[in-house]
């Protein structure tokens, strides 16, 4: 065994308390190692050669907590002394990511820790992939709230995160002869160092029971009471966010649900063990895990319950710290600005008028003065399926007093609109908050657009959509109450600790300004016409690939070729995103070499990774396209040398990580005017990925910037898609005219591609002859067009360098920096230059 702390106990000094540390000697290299001896002992309580890497994973996370911490409590004071206007995030998903690499970066330690790690022969990085990930989210909406929790803590704007602490996050993803298999992801079993419990904030939240009215004696004026039938505890777990290099630290609090007397003990004397803890079992189920976008029924009430449970708490948190600064309440909403991110978190706006009415005892127009200036909502979809609606009789038995509160609501909203665009009934109906039709309903977009005073969309399409159709009798209302934001993301996560490589070689010919200015990156077009330049830069992408073909091999026990153009497609499996297009486009790859068709085709690496929704049957089917695909081309002597198609398991923040530095080509092939944005395609520009995508959500914006000549463009455009499905699309027009779609999709059917099974993938053919909801059928061909280019193109190797350093160039616009001056500009009404 090593000696690893060579002979070094931690000093007196360094034992007796952060304080008596100099600033400087906490950061460097021997303060780092020190730290680290001393969290062995008395926080990991072994001596430091019995350790393993999950231990020294631990120790290392302490001491960069407590460096996190010192600045948060500055950062706490100097809030509080400023009494400074709060930006609250309220979302039901946080997808924060691994959190050591990224504190050390934006601590600017890493050099320390490394220098540390060295002297104690270990590897930080085998020690940070220790770190389970926290995959409270499911996708891009979770992964937002993350980069936004970045930039706001970086540009210094005052912010909480608020949200659930779910003990199951995202489910972990194995592949199982081509099927996606579910495992539970146990994320807290060995404890998280990056949470504290803050005991001071604790929330009661009510659920169901009945409303009481009794009329006040002075006034006459009915007062209104809720006598719930149970109460929760919420309890709060704080994790510091870290802003980059500027000594600010932002919050994020996320509510754990637990029982109010987690254990009776006059039950458990009377002989019933199990009725004892009984409530507990039931009251921590709210925050017990991370629902899928696919819920199901039964599901239904559990789901209403966690987003009123941690809406609740986070207002009532609010209230509280309101309280304490010794603020009148009639001034809330100069001092919190709450965004709704989507509408998970919208009956917050019932709740807020339940407080300040019911408990506050403010009148009802000031109560809607107030509420309305408080909220802010952004919505992240289209697809009407994913609108949320809550069922009236879950919802009033859950929420007997806001159910209420709602229709109270409603009736004045109604009366406006009555007013508005007089004898027009069937626009009433469409706008109110209960949908009456079939069973009554209560329309969750509807309510958070009349209790916001902003309400904005993700790109700039799609908030043209929501004007023109999703929302379009509410924009006719209330026209400027409606904007666009267009989404973002951290470069510091998706650029400096994705790919240290290339942040060397920008910092090299640009210096650091890009960092917190991403546009300064158009200073590399300078470059555009150096070969020497762009020789480095093939050369770069070419290690890129390299590290993580190593990965895949590790991992997965299969080589890539690093010569190959890496194509990939990473993102949730879904089929607006079609997945099948791009596998019946490979499909097609193949036909044509098996024809001898096609004959000189660069070698392709197809990566594929993403999650399909447990319940999503033809997601998982697609995954298995995807897998008997890679299997066909994989063994078939004449393609396994051109094509190779890998389906990565388990994609994830970290997996990310690893995939966009080297990844060629950027798959964004969503149907026009069905992905609100995506954010997946702004992390591969960064990283010089060229895209080959259709004239939908951000890529709209990506090829505006990049130029047209920099983006691989195919396929229906939003407006011809409407024209078709008014028209009344037929797929099977589209197969008829294509010979190669005739050859795919025969092949498909009659179990040419799977060993002669005719039945696996008998639905999906059978969908997209006759359905095809998402035109895969109609964009096929002129994807494989746009691909063959690509494909051509990249043959030449100056020529992509040039496309590839472009991309990252003209990738200033999608850092999340700027989305969030936008909401600060825009929205919150927030001041960046104070
Ligand atoms: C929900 C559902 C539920 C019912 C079944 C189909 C379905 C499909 C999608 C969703 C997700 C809705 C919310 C969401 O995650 N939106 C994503 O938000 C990202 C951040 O703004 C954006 O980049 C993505 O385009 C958008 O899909």
Redesign the pocket.
């Known amino acids: 065994m090593q000696d690893a702390s060579h002979g070094q106990q931690p000093s007196e000094t360094e034992t007796s308390g952060t304080t008596a540390i100099a600033a400087q000697d906490n950061r460097s290299a021997d303060g780092i190692r020190l730290a680290f001896l001393r969290h062995m002992r008395r926080t990991i309580g072994k001596p430091v050669e019995f350790s393993n890497t999950l231990d020294q994973y631990r120790a290392m996370a302490h001491l960069v907590r407590d460096r996190v911490m010192d600045d948060w409590i500055t950062t706490v004071e100097s809030y509080v002394q400023h009494n400074v206007r709060v930006v609250c995030y309220l979302s039901a998903e946080f997808l924060l990511g691994p959190h050591l690499l990224n504190a050390m970066l934006n601590l600017g330690i890493t050099d320390s820790a490394e220098k540390a790690c060295d002297e104690l022969h270990y590897s930080l990085t085998q020690l940070a992939d220790e770190e389970p990930e926290p995959g409270l989210g499911?996708?891009?909406?979770g992964r937002?709230a993350a980069c936004y929790m970045d930039s706001m803590t970086t540009l210094e704007v005052p912010a909480v995160g608020y949200g659930l602490r779910y003990e199951f996050g995202i489910f972990r993803q194995e592949i199982r002869d081509g099927w996606q298999v579910e495992h539970s992801d146990k994320w807290l079993e060995y404890g998280n160092p990056w949470e504290i419990p803050a005991s001071e904030a604790t929330q009661h939240v009510s659920f169901g029971g009945h409303t009481e009215t009794t009329k006040d004696e002075k006034t006459g004026e009915l007062i209104w009471k809720w006598v719930p039938a149970f109460t929760v505890k919420g309890v709060a777990y704080d994790t510091p966010i870290p802003g980059y290099r500027n000594k600010q630290v932002n919050r994020l609090r996320l509510w754990k649900a637990e029982a109010e007397d987690s254990f009776d003990l006059e039950i458990f004397n009377r002989g019933d063990y199990m009725g004892a803890v009984r409530d507990k079992m039931e009251s921590e189920t709210i925050s017990k895990v991370l629902y899928p976008?696919?819920e199901t029924e039964q599901g239904k009430r559990l789901r209403l319950m966690q987003q009123y449970f941690f809406t609740s708490c986070s207002l009532q948190d609010m209230v509280r710290l309101h309280k304490l600064q010794k603020l009148p309440i009639e001034k809330f909403a100069d001092k919190w600005s709450v965004q709704l991110n989507?509408t998970h978190p919208s009956i917050g706006i019932a709740e807020l008028m339940r407080i300040l009415t019911d408990e506050e005892e403010i009148g009802w127009d000031e109560a809607w003065t107030i509420t309305q200036a408080t909220f802010g909502y952004t919505n992240?979809?289209l697809?009407p399926?994913?609108l949320e609606k809550w069922p009236l009789p879950i919802f009033a038995s859950l929420l007997p007093r806001h159910i209420e509160i709602i229709y109270e609501i409603n009736r004045r909203f109604l009366k406006d609109m009555q007013a508005k665009f007089p004898g027009d009934t069937a626009r009433w109906a469409r706008m109110s908050l209960i949908g009456e039709d079939g069973e009554k309903q209560v329309r969750m977009a509807n309510l958070a657009v009349v209790g916001s005073k902003m309400v904005n969309g993700?790109a700039k399409l799609h908030s043209e959509l929501l004007k023109e159709d999703t929302l379009k009798d509410f924009y006719e209302a209330f026209p400027n109450r409606f904007t666009n934001v267009t989404?973002g993301v951290t470069p510091r996560r998706w650029l400096m600790l994705a790919d240290p490589p290339l942040t060397a070689l920008l910092n090299e010919v640009l210096g650091t300004a890009w960092h917190t200015d991403l546009y300064a990156l158009r200073g590399l077009e300078d470059y555009v016409d150096d070969a020497g330049f762009l020789d480095k830069w093939r050369k770069r992408q070419e290690e890129s690939k390299g590290r993580l073909g190593d990965f895949i091999k590790r991992s997965m026990d299969v080589s890539l070729n690093p010569a190959s153009m890496f194509d990939v497609q990473v993102k949730r499996i879904?089929e607006y995103k079609r997945q099948h297009l791009n596998a019946l486009h490979i499909l097609g790859l193949y036909c044509r070499i098996k024809s001898g068709e096609l004959k000189d085709l660069p070698p392709r690496t197809f990566l594929f990774g993403g999650k399909a929704a447990p319940s999503y049957t033809y997601a998982k089917l697609m995954i298995k396209l995807v897998c008997t695909v890679g299997e066909l081309v994989g063994k078939d002597p004449q393609t396994k040398d051109l094509l190779r198609v890998l389906f990565v398991p388990d994609y994830s923040v970290s997996l990310g990580q690893r995939i966009y530095p080297a990844a060629d080509l950027s798959e964004q092939i969503s149907t026009a005017g069905k992905?609100?944005?995506?954010?997946g395609c702004m992390k591969f520009m960064m990283n010089g990925a060229v895209a080959i995508g259709t004239l939908d959500?951000a890529n709209i914006e990506i090829r505006e910037e990049v130029g047209e000549e920099n983006f691989f463009l195919f396929g229906l455009t939003a407006p011809q898609i409407a024209e078709k499905q008014k028209a009344g699309y037929r797929p099977r027009d589209f197969y008829e005219k294509s010979p190669l779609l005739r050859e795919v999709m025969d092949g498909l059917r009659d179990g040419r591609f799977s060993n002669g099974d005719r039945d696996t993938f008998a639905p999906l053919v059978r969908d997209l002859l006759e359905v095809d909801r998402y035109f895969v059928m109609a964009d096929f061909d002129d994807y494989a067009r746009a691909q063959s280019e690509a494909g051509k193109i990249f043959c030449d190797s100056k020529k992509w360098s040039r496309m590839s350093l472009l991309n990252t160039a003209r990738s200033g616009k999608f850092s999340s920096d700027r989305s969030i001056r936008e909401y600060c500009q825009n929205i919150w009404k927030i001041n960046l230059d104070r």
């Open positions: 499911n996708g891009g909406l937002l976008p696919d989507d992240h979809t697809l399926e994913a993700v989404n879904h992905e609100a944005s995506g954010t959500g």
